[in-house]
């Protein structure tokens, strides 16, 4: 196994294909893209000139992007690379067992990726294949914004979901800019509904929407305070 991983690391090293980043910064990426969309996810490390470190996942039904513009290297070269979701949570739980002010460094290269610090090296298989171009999804501006606290916004939604409809989860919002609020409702049938409001900021005209309230508070969870 040493050998392999020894063959593995110079391979890649010698692509040109590589990247340092601190460790803590890495953690953070890998844990908030886990709680932001769990199950079966496709996670995607992406290192952009200047030095700048984006990591995203889907899976099918949602897509989780954060972005952090303080690591890396600036004579690094710009890649991206597809990793199976069971190895980044391996090096996510390696990275917590044994923290370390270290850098970690990421060479990508035939199909493998190693992910080498301190004492360890863990190699990976990637993902082929296109990955979706999200970003012609995400408009760059909007001409509707709400903004309301988190901690109290996740509150609400845990408390209407008890009433949201087990098969599709949906929860119901609405702001209108006259009444700064914005209102949350579920039904369920033959069980009853509810709906709470909550003070917002609202900017734009009136809005009606609905989300699946897990996947909702799956995303707000994983945001940092």
């Not at 899976?59 to 990793?83: C, I, Q």
């Not at 369920?188 to 509810?194: E, F, I, N, P, Y």
Request: aromatic share 6%; charged share 25%.
């Amino acid at each position: 196994m040493q050998i392999f991983c020894r063959f593995c690391l110079a391979t890649a090293a010698d692509s040109g294909k590589g990247e340092t980043v601190p460790t803590k910064q890495l953690a953070e990426l890998l844990c908030g893209q886990e709680l932001a969309c769990p199950g079966h996810p496709q996670p995607r490390l992406q290192f952009d000139e200047p030095v700048k470190c984006l990591a995203s996942t889907a899976d099918g039904h949602r897509l989780a992007v954060r972005r952090n513009t303080t690591g890396g290297e600036e004579e690094g070269e710009a890649f991206a690379v597809t990793v199976p979701a069971r190895s980044l949570r391996e090096l996510e739980r390696l990275l917590s067992a044994r923290p370390s002010e270290e850098a970690i460094s990421l060479f990508c290269d035939r199909g493998q990726v190693v992910f080498l610090w301190a004492d360890q090296v863990l190699t990976s298989r990637t993902l082929e294949g296109t990955y979706p171009s999200y970003g012609q999804l995400i408009p760059e501006s909007f001409a509707r914004s709400i903004s309301v606290e988190r901690k109290p916004f996740i509150a609400a939604l845990e408390r209407i979901a008890v009433l949201a409809d087990q098969h599709n989860n949906v929860v119901k919002l609405s702001a209108e800019p006259g009444n700064a609020q914005l209102q949350l409702s579920a039904d369920a049938l033959d069980v009853g509904s509810g709906s709470e409001a909550l003070p917002a900021r609202i900017d734009g005209d009136q809005i009606a929407m609905a989300f699946n309230v897990r996947y909702l508070l799956d995303g707000l969870k994983a945001i940092a305070d």
